[in-house]
């Protein structure tokens, strides 16, 4: 993996602007910084600027580990697409409303049977619909924490598709699309010829792991093994790739040779 500011990056974007991508994002620790408090992530003004000057060259799609709900409120633009809950909610096709079965089941054992011990632990609850998030970045422990999580999945029948995260343990069911579906549906949709995906999470390695050779993939966040192609030093440094994608778009765009 090589950082994208290199030549070989700008010899990618390029290549894939030729190919009229589709832009995928993730939300936290992408287009947000990581904050301590998950209700207190935005993308910041700059990036939602030139986010919705973007959207009027490219198709844009937010796909996040949050419910749809929840991220619409944090972005600054509209992008043409937003799929939440790591892929299972608001492909389109799908309705909002349908809500996984197993949720309810899972749900009614943890706050019955597990509530008391996860609180004790330190451990935030977020339930999204169509996946439940254990948040322990606060807890006093995190080791007991990570256990008192792990306890309780144990205890859910049926058994969830677990995806872990930066301090926090996602629950999701089995057979619910991930991220890698998620982009490879959008880009059927849009009738994109490529896809330029950004993520900086274990929920977003799907798509590392799967995307064809002529996508172009971006690990924000350096991580030792990552099967992205390229990688960013960390959050700050995506505002300048969205500027140089943004000056780039009127170019190769329009030049595919
Ligand atoms: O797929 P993403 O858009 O990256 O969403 C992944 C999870 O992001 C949020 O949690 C993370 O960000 C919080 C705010 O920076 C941080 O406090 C927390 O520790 C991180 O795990 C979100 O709350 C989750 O629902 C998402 O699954």
Known sequence: MQTL??????????????LRPLLALDFDGTLAPIVGDPSAA???AR????????VRQLPVAIVTGRAVADVVGRLGFNPQFVVGNHGAEGLPGTDLRDLPPEL???????????????????????DKGHSMSFHYRHAPD????????????????????VIGG????????????????????????SACGSVIFAGDDLTDD????????????????????????????????????????????????????
Do not use: Y
Not at 5 to 18: C, N, T
Not at 150 to 160: D, G, T
Not at 223 to 247: C, D, I, N, W
């Open 42 to 44: 935005r993308a910041s």
């Open 5 to 18: 500011f290199s030549p070989a990056g700008e010899a990618a974007m390029h290549e894939a602007l030729s």
């Open 206 to 257: 799907v798509v590392f792991e799967h995307a064809p050779a002529h996508w172009l993939t971006i690990r924000v966040d350096e991580k030792p093994g990552s099967r992205a192609r390229f990688s960013l030093s960390g959050q700050h440094q995506v505002l300048s790739f969205l500027e140089r994608l943004e000056a780039m778009t009127a170019t190769s765009m329009l030049s595919p040779d």
């Open 104 to 126: 309810d089941l899972w749900r009614a054992r943890i706050m019955g049977d597990f509530r008391a011990q996860l609180e004790q632990a330190g451990v935030m609850i977020e």
């Open 142 to 161: 995190r080791e007991a924490a990570r256990d008192a999580i792990h306890a309780a999945i144990r205890a859910l029948q049926p058994a969830p598709r």
């Open 166 to 189: 930066k301090c926090v343990i996602n629950l999701l069911p089995a057979d619910a699309p991930d991220k890698f579906r998620a982009v490879s549906t959008l880009l059927r949709i």
């Open 47 to 54: 990036t939602a600027e030139v986010l919705s000057r973007l």
